[in-house]
């Protein structure tokens, strides 16, 4: 974190963003930077506490931020599903009308979506039709509550990827946290 702290404040830089790294054998390698806010910033907010996108509009404006890198504290563990209009098996988007719509909800629940029974989700653009994200205070737990949401969780009319979400959640390698970047691929054809 302090290198890329210093890279930052070396480069002028000064909103938000999200540098990505790969890990093996101990060693970092540096993929992108991405200039904005990111699909994933919803579990970023939930872990420190802090509305990404206000403090965002606020640097913006002109206005320093509210804290200090010091100030952020990470509590417990989020994780982030994205809801695509698209076949679970074949991945091929499923643009339609929603019949029905219903959200999960609750303590350390949270669902990012504009949609509602009678939308017709489009056949051009992205297909990501919600993300689903937990909190809670240790990773099985925040495993557990996203099992019950994905479970709550109803979308009708059109294909989504919610029976995927639910197969990885109960996936022995996902549970364990024993997977790599190459694990998907693998789980999803049958491997």
């Avoid at 002028?12 to 806010?37: K, P, V």
């Avoid at 709550?152 to 990827?161: P, V």
Wanted: proline share 6%.
């Amino acid at each position: 974190g302090d290198v890329v702290t210093a890279g930052l404040r070396q480069l002028g830089y000064r909103n938000a963003g999200t540098l990505e790294f790969l890990y093996q054998d101990g060693q970092f390698a540096f993929i992108e930077m991405n200039t904005r806010l990111q699909v994933e910033h919803p579990v970023t907010e939930m872990v420190c506490g802090i509305d990404l996108v206000r403090e965002q509009l606020r640097v913006a404006a002109g206005h320093p931020l509210g804290y200090t890198q010091g100030d952020i504290v990470m509590r417990g563990h989020a994780i982030e599903c994205r809801v695509t209009a698209e076949d679970p098996d074949t991945f091929m988007p499923t643009p339609g009308r929603v019949d029905v719509f219903h959200a999960p909800g609750g303590l350390g629940v949270r669902v990012d979506s504009a949609l509602y029974a009678g939308y017709v989700v489009p056949p051009y653009y992205d297909s990501m039709v919600a993300k689903l994200i937990v909190h809670a205070p240790t990773r099985p737990e925040a495993i557990a509550r996203m099992r019950r949401a994905l479970a709550e969780f109803a979308i009708q009319g059109i294909k989504t990827t919610l029976p995927l979400h639910r197969r990885i959640m109960d996936a022995p390698e996902f549970v364990a946290g024993d997977y790599t970047i190459h694990w998907l691929e693998r789980f999803v054809g049958g491997e």
